[in-house]
């Protein structure tokens, strides 16, 4: 059974820092890609970061670039979300998704993205994250 399992969330004022962890048993940690999204309350789903296992490239929304760091540790299956400089605007429920086979499909990690936010192929059950101004 694949599982995906977000962590890290929490309260922090406007400024601050998290680190979101997801960490991801059941498939192979190869040829795939790991992405986080968000939604907040009322909006509609928001891709803000992913990252490529086979190459490491890496997507950022310009919402977050330059705030937030997207990172893997293979041995230990896990994707890290680095967020710094958090806004009250951050506020959302942050989960962890995969898409196998990234590469042979031919897909970028945005491309994966795309894919991923309609649902494909496992996702997590979510974590909050809530800045406070």
């Known amino acids: 059974e694949v599982q995906l399992v977000e962590s890290g969330g929490g309260l922090v004022q406007a400024g601050g820092s998290l680190r979101l962890s997801c960490a991801i048993s059941?498939?192979?940690?190869?040829?795939?890609?790991i992405g986080w999204f968000r939604q907040a309350p009322g909006k509609g789903r928001e891709g803000v970061s992913g990252?490529?296992?086979?190459?490491?490239?890496?997507y950022y929304a310009d919402s977050v670039k330059g705030r937030f760091t997207i990172s893997s540790d293979n041995a230990k299956t896990t994707v890290y979300l680095q967020m710094n400089s958090l806004k009250p605007e951050d506020t959302a429920v942050y989960h962890c998704?995969?898409?196998?086979?990234?590469?042979?499909?031919?897909?970028?990690?945005?491309?994966?993205?795309?894919?991923?936010?309609?649902?494909?192929?496992?996702w997590g059950q979510g974590t909050q994250v809530t800045v406070s101004s």
């Open positions: 998704a995969a898409l196998k086979d990234q590469t042979r499909n031919g897909l970028t990690t945005a491309q994966a993205m795309e894919v991923m936010a309609r649902g494909y192929d496992y």
């Open positions: 059941g498939f192979t940690f190869g040829d795939c890609a």
């Open positions: 990252i490529s296992i086979s190459d490491a490239s890496t």
